[in-house]
């Protein structure tokens, strides 16, 4: 059971450059999520989903787009990549957006703009 | 201005002995706590949570601490194992942030052997 799995989980980009990231979920899941982390600043929300064809705007959405188009995939996408995106980047999903509805998070992206 | 708080980067505890860790939080539509653990190059997986009905919830060696006057919890990890060493973060949610989840900085745990 792969749970959630993002791809890829390394890349360097240069300043402007595009990229997409990708997120799978095999749980069903209604819920998915993308998050960045930065040094002791925990996890911030960036786009969530609530279903298939549903897009939201989370904590920090500047500078990134989200699509939903199948249930068990969630893209991330950078238009124009800028140094202050260096980050890494948590895909989660969750069966609701319930209390009692832990997120279950993919392993990472390490994204680093030169 | 972070509204989940974990002031204490680290921490450095012996096997076998209590590990504490401390988390604020400055909103009071919050009502809903969890942690989760990281290790290093993994996702964070969820560890325990507790609603804020109840002032404690334990599951193993693991127990959480809600003092809603203080606007503070704490985990406490009974006793500490060495594979327990890893990145803790705190993460609160309110049905007025429509259940997202707002986390802590996060708090490293080493477990000496």
């Known amino acids: 059971n792969a749970g959630v799995t993002q791809t890829p989980k390394f890349r360097v980009l240069k300043t402007g450059q595009s990229m997409t990231l990708l997120c799978a979920q095999d749980?069903?899941?209604?819920?998915m999520y993308w998050y960045r982390q930065d040094p002791g600043m925990g996890l911030r929300l960036i786009h969530y989903?609530?279903?298939?064809?549903?897009?939201a705007k989370g904590e920090v959405p500047d500078g990134y787009n989200v699509s939903r188009l199948k249930k068990q995939n969630f893209l991330l996408g950078l238009e124009s990549a800028a140094p202050s995106q260096t980050s890494v980047y948590f895909c989660?999903?969750?069966?609701?957006?319930?209390?009692?509805?832990?997120?279950?998070f993919g392993d990472g992206t390490r994204l680093s703009i030169l | 201005d972070q509204q989940v708080k974990q002031n204490s980067p680290s921490l450095s505890v012996q096997e076998g002995r209590i590990s504490i860790l401390n988390c604020d939080y400055t909103?009071?539509?919050?009502?809903?706590f969890l942690w989760y653990k990281k290790y290093p190059a993994e996702g964070p997986t969820f560890l325990i949570s507790?609603?804020?009905?109840?002032d404690k919830n334990e599951d193993g060696r693991f127990t959480v601490f809600l003092n809603k006057s203080a606007k503070h919890l704490s985990l406490h990890i009974v006793p500490s194992q060495p594979g327990d060493s890893a990145v803790y973060f705190c993460?609160?949610?309110?049905?007025?942030?429509?259940?997202?989840?707002?986390f802590g900085g996060g708090t490293r745990l080493m477990v000496k052997p």
């Open positions: 989660a999903s969750s069966w609701t957006g319930g209390f009692d509805q832990p997120q279950h």
């Open positions: 749980m069903n899941h209604e819920y």
């Open positions: 989903s609530v279903g298939e064809g549903t897009t």
């Open positions: 909103n009071s539509m919050f009502d809903y």
């Open positions: 507790i609603s804020s009905i109840k």
């Open positions: 993460a609160a949610s309110g049905s007025n942030a429509g259940n997202m989840l707002t």
